[in-house]
T-cell receptor
Framework: DVKVTQSSRYLVKRTGEKVFLECVQDMDHENMFWYRQDPGLGLRLIYFSYDVKMKEKGDIPEGYSVSREKKERFSLILESASTNQTSMYLC???????????FGPGTRLTVT | AQKVTQAQTEISVVEKEDVTLDCVYETRDTTYYLFWYKQPPSGELVFLIRRNSFDEQNEISGRYSWNFQKSTSSFNFTITASQVVDSAVYFCALREFSGSGNTGKLIFGQGTTLQVKP
């Protein structure tokens, strides 16, 4: 079974803090994704990566950056957290771009 | 532009009832994939099914079945004899094969919250 883990289930941070969300997958997948999920807006793609050290912007990259130094790990960075980044963050991985994406349990981030 | 619409925001049924979740999509691509995911209260999205645009055969997996009709751009999901454990948010998603689809990007619908009462 594919296993995607995220470093925290719940996180509370203050405005202006730098925040790191970590995602690890154990299936040697090349493709990894970061989404945020908000009520009424569904899931929106923030960034994705199709190889180590490669990254591409999704639909809403502003205020975020990512890092992929190892194949199994994809980190989402909030350079200076703001209250409008309070959300559920979901990481996913896929063997190939056409394949199904497997999701982690999510991190519910609150920025106060 | 690609788009996925799940018009039913919330559905409530009593256990053992059958329930159908609707999904309508828009795409200009002739090659695409459709997906259904389940998100239980725990929050993790669980993959249920993938369908490619060239395969219009309906699929059945236990109490779950899917009806794909290209003529109406629909990919509906039916749960037969629903159970309380089926209570979750269900998402339909589209991935195109060209353009932005090369990224593997999924376009999600807004989700349908299904509540199954005992």
């Amino acid at each position: 079974d594919v296993k995607v883990t995220q470093s925290s289930r719940y996180l509370v941070k203050r405005t202006g803090e730098k925040v790191f969300l970590e995602c690890v997958q154990d299936m040697d997948h090349e493709n990894m994704f970061w989404y945020r999920q908000d009520p009424g807006l569904g899931l929106r793609l923030i960034y994705f990566s199709y190889d180590v050290k490669m990254k591409e912007k999704g639909d809403i990259p502003e205020g975020y950056s990512v890092s992929r130094e190892k194949k199994e790990r994809f980190s989402l960075i909030l350079e200076s957290a703001s209250t409008n980044q309070t959300s559920m963050y979901l990481c996913a991985s896929a063997e190939d771009r056409g394949g199904e994406q497997y999701f982690g349990p999510g991190t519910r981030l609150t920025v106060t | 532009a690609q788009k996925v619409t799940q018009a039913q925001t919330e559905i409530s049924v009593v256990e053992k009832e059958d329930v159908t979740l609707d999904c309508v999509y828009e795409t200009r691509d002739t090659t695409y994939y459709l997906f259904w995911y389940k998100q239980p209260p725990s929050g993790e999205l669980v993959f249920l099914i993938r369908r490619n645009s060239f395969d219009e055969q309906n699929e059945i997996s236990g109490r779950y079945s899917w009806n794909f009709q290209k003529s109406t751009s629909s990919f509906n999901f039916t749960i037969t004899a629903s159970q309380v454990v089926d209570s979750a948010v269900y998402f339909c998603a589209l991935r195109e094969f060209s353009g932005s689809g090369n990224t593997g990007k999924l376009i999600f619908g807004q989700g349908t919250t299904l509540q199954v009462k005992p």
